[in-house]
């Protein structure tokens, strides 16, 4: 029984020195972190960083945090943050938001407030520690900029995974529900009803520590699967393929279906009126094409991106977006 006693004692020890000596690690590797972004030009800065949950947990609660990269222009603050992890799984990582966030780009800044916020992150094994998986869910999502109106968020899920085939190849999941953008007209829907997207990107590298503090891993492939949009009686669908370029030009074909494609021109009759005539003439054009699928009620269309233009079926938009990550 003595020798028990002592068995356990001695693993107590162990453990709880083993628990010190990680949440110690923890806490270094996170201050050098926010230490190395300061010596990068960033401003990196928190009130307070503490580091509890003995015996299974390491958990990090940072206050008044605050971040901004002077390259992008993006700069995020919050009252309070944390990431939860066991500490015996230190590559599966939870993140919390509480309280209103601030964001700010460029051109405008916003107060983000949610009901509930939280992000899994789940790095491989090894080093460099690549991602492998995560996960973001927000609920009751507010965004109040400092002019003009607010929007609303039901629900947001969104989720990325690293494939078999490739460190740098990643399939990608979002769902949204309910968003509420400001100023609707009446007598438009005044809630997106949901949008759904199921894709894969290839990227020229992984995501990984290096893809934080130093160049963004870029597109290279872009393949959509399925994406879905509805908004009242309006629904879009999309599925196709793009090559991007080392400049960030897309090169390929989306194929495009509305059903109740007459909805299209009426909301965009409403957001911006169009010239005289010019609906009629649109309304003509798309019927006859319309028709020529067999079913009146719903347009099928390239969307075609070619030596950097973009066409919708025969009509030229102009030239195509730089996909590029900062």
Known sequence: ????????????????????????????????????????????????????????????????VALADPESGLAWRAPLFQMLRLSYRPNHVIAAWSGPQ???????????ESERMRASLVLRSGAPRALDRATFVAEGVRVVPETGGAWALAR?????????????????????????????????????????????????????A??????????????????????????????????????GVPEGRIDLRAENWRAILRLAETAAPLPPGLTETLE??????AGLSGDPETLDLPLAVTAG??????????????LLIR
């Not at 399925?226 to 009242?232: I, K, L, S, V, Y």
């Not at 079926?313 to 977006?321: C, D, M, N, T």
């Open 210 to 247: 290096a893809a934080v503090a130093g160049r963004r891993p870029q597109p290279e492939l872009i393949e959509i699967d399925a994406a879905e949009a509805r908004w009242g009686d309006l629904r879009l669908s999309a599925q196709g393929r793009l090559e991007v370029d080392a400049a």
């Open 102 to 112: 601030t964001l700010a780009t460029p051109e405008r800044r916003a107060t983000v």
């Open 1 to 64: 029984m003595t020798r028990l006693l002592i068995l356990i004692v001695a693993a107590a020890l162990a453990w709880s020195g083993y628990w010190a000596v990680a949440a110690w690690q923890l806490r270094q590797a996170q201050e050098d972190w926010f230490a190395a972004r300061r010596a990068d030009g960033w401003q990196a800065a928190y009130a307070d960083l503490a580091v509890r949950g003995f015996p299974n947990r390491l958990d990090s609660t940072f206050t008044d």
């Open 284 to 289: 003509e054009a798309l019927a006859l094409a």
């Open 156 to 208: 947001l899920n969104a989720a990325a995974e690293r494939t078999a085939a490739s460190a740098a190849r990643y399939r990608l999941g979002l769902s949204l529900d309910g968003l509420a953008p400001p100023g609707a007209p009446e007598r438009l829907p005044q809630t997106l009803e949901a949008v759904r997207l199921d894709a894969t990107v290839t990227f020229d590298a992984p995501w990984d």
């Open 309 to 322: 233009r973009v066409r919708l079926g025969p009509v030229p938009l102009g030239p195509a977006p730089r």
